[in-house]
T-cell receptor, first 111, second 118 residues
Framework: ELKVEQNPLFLSMQEGKNYTIYCNYSTTSDRLYWYRQDPGKSLESLFVLLSNGAVKQEGRLMASLDTKARLSTLHITAAVHDLSATYFCAVGGTGGFKTIFGAGTRLFVKA | EAGVAQSPRYKIIEKRQSVAFWCNPISGHATLYWYQQILGQGPKLLIQFQNNGVVDDSQLPKDRFSAERLKGVDSTLKIQPAKLEDSAVYLC????????????????FGPGTRLTVT
């Protein structure tokens, strides 16, 4: 059964600091997603990672995937207040089916 | 390019009543997903369509939930009868497909329907 664990679940950090969110999953997958959700809003797609060693960057966010370790990371560089949101990773089962979400990481960036 | 449309945005019903949600995916997207997001949790996939066929409904409570996607475009999700624990945001998403390049997998979410069951 495909399970997804994120940690930490809550993260409070100062502006300008760096931090990493971790996403572990239990079985083989052929795709991994990162999403952002602001309070009361829908989900915004950040990254889709497909292959081992994939790395994608957008602004202060960088995501990577290690399929052998079944681990993805979302690295935040020099955080700013506007990054405050909930970040979800989601893992897709093989064949394009069964997208399973993690519980989310609630990020607060303090000015 | 228009995004995923959903209606209604909000719905309040009493337990044991019925409710239906509508979703219009991005034009040309073959795959459509319905998710349930309970407050404070990640979304849970209820059902996934590929064109007008169901490819995964393993987490859909079939005794009370039903969904259809006629003509492979719009979709409706129905709950009958509703329970208190169905209070959640129901999110519809679509993607080009489920195989091929990365762009095919990317799921675009609609604004959601917030359901309150009293």
């Amino acid at each position: 059964e495909l399970k997804v664990e994120q940690n930490p679940l809550f993260l409070s950090m100062q502006e300008g600091k760096n931090y990493t969110i971790y996403c572990n999953y239990s079985t083989t997958s052929d795709r991994l997603y990162w999403y952002r959700q602001d309070p009361g809003k829908s989900l915004e797609s950040l990254f889709v990672l497909l292959s081992n060693g994939a790395v994608k960057q957008e602004g202060r966010l960088m995501a990577s995937l290690d399929t052998k370790a079944r681990l993805s990371t979302l690295h935040i560089t020099a955080a700013v207040h506007d990054l405050s949101a909930t970040y979800f990773c989601a893992v897709g089962g093989t064949g394009g089916f069964k997208t399973i979400f993690g519980a989310g990481t609630r990020l607060f960036v303090k000015a | 390019e228009a995004g995923v449309a959903q209606s209604p945005r909000y719905k309040i019903i009493e337990k044991r009543q019925s409710v239906a949600f509508w979703c219009n995916p991005i034009s040309g997207h073959a795959t459509l997903y319905w998710y349930q997001q309970i407050l404070g949790q990640g979304p849970k996939l209820l059902i996934q369509f590929q064109n007008n066929g169901v490819v995964d409904d393993s987490q859909l409570p079939k005794d009370r939930f039903s969904a259809e996607r006629l003509k492979g475009v719009d979709s409706t999700l129905k709950i009958q009868p509703a329970k208190l624990e169905d209070s959640a945001v129901y999110l519809c998403a679509s993607s080009l497909g489920t195989s091929g390049r990365g762009a095919f997998y990317e799921q675009y979410f609609g604004p959601g329907t917030r359901l309150t069951v009293t």
